[in-house]
């Protein structure tokens, strides 16, 4: 995806022609604002200099700061959910497949990325409570990780992995506040060893 580029070469182009920039650079760069400023807080010229824009391409592409935003979030959804399924297809199980997923939110809940937190769980559901575009953006990606939960756990039901006496739906709420809840302790600063330890006692959920 390409829009108007403030690159120096881009300067000796003639006036009139469209500029382009690397859409996909630009947003890492605004996750990277956001992550660790929280939407209210992130200032445009924090924004512009990140992306490596000016304002008027900025306005140009995106109209606003809340523009710039949506745009990351879908960004980051789609990164994170194409890592998220490279995890769960190296599983061979239900059982590990559900333990894969759990360890995702894990691992991204200690170190320099769990005090960065979760752009879902942080920062847009602050938003959200602002904006209802942004509220449903909140609403169906915690209602995508909930029904593929479940959808794993009923695979593991299939293969035997799982006990038939484990509900599904039940299972997969719980296992949402869990993951959802450890990006948020994660901004604490704990260790990788007590999220190891909290990854293995949610998967009694499970057994």
């Known amino acids: ?25 630009a947003l890492d760069a ?58 769960i297809a190296s599983a061979e199980t239900g059982r590990e497949k559900v333990f894969q997923m759990v360890m995702y939110y894990t691992e991204l809940s200690y170190g320099e990325a769990g005090r960065k937190g979760c ?15 942004a509220a449903a953006h909140v609403v169906t990606a915690f209602a995508a990780d909930e029904k593929l939960m479940a959808d794993l756990i009923r695979i593991g039901q299939a293969d035997g992995t799982i006990p038939k006496t484990v509900d599904p739906d039940a299972a997969a709420l719980a296992f949402l506040c869990f993951t959802k809840g450890l990006r948020v302790i994660g901004k604490t600063g704990r260790s990788r060893e007590e999220m190891l330890s909290a990854a293995e006692a949610a998967m009694k959920l499970v057994t």
């Open 1 to 25: 995806m390409t829009v108007a580029n403030l690159t120096p070469e881009a300067k000796t182009r003639s006036r009139g022609r469209p500029r382009e920039f690397d859409m996909d650079a």
């Open 30 to 87: 605004a996750l990277r604002v956001f992550s660790e400023r929280g939407y209210h807080a992130a200032a445009i010229s924090e924004l512009t200099e990140a992306m490596g824009l000016a304002s008027g391409s900025i306005y140009k592409a995106f109209k606003d700061k809340r523009g710039i935003f949506l745009a990351a979030f879908a960004h980051y959804r789609k990164l994170g959910r194409r890592r998220l399924e490279a995890m």
């Open 119 to 133: 752009l879902v769980v942080g920062g847009a559901n602050d938003f959200a409570l602002l904006d209802e575009e």
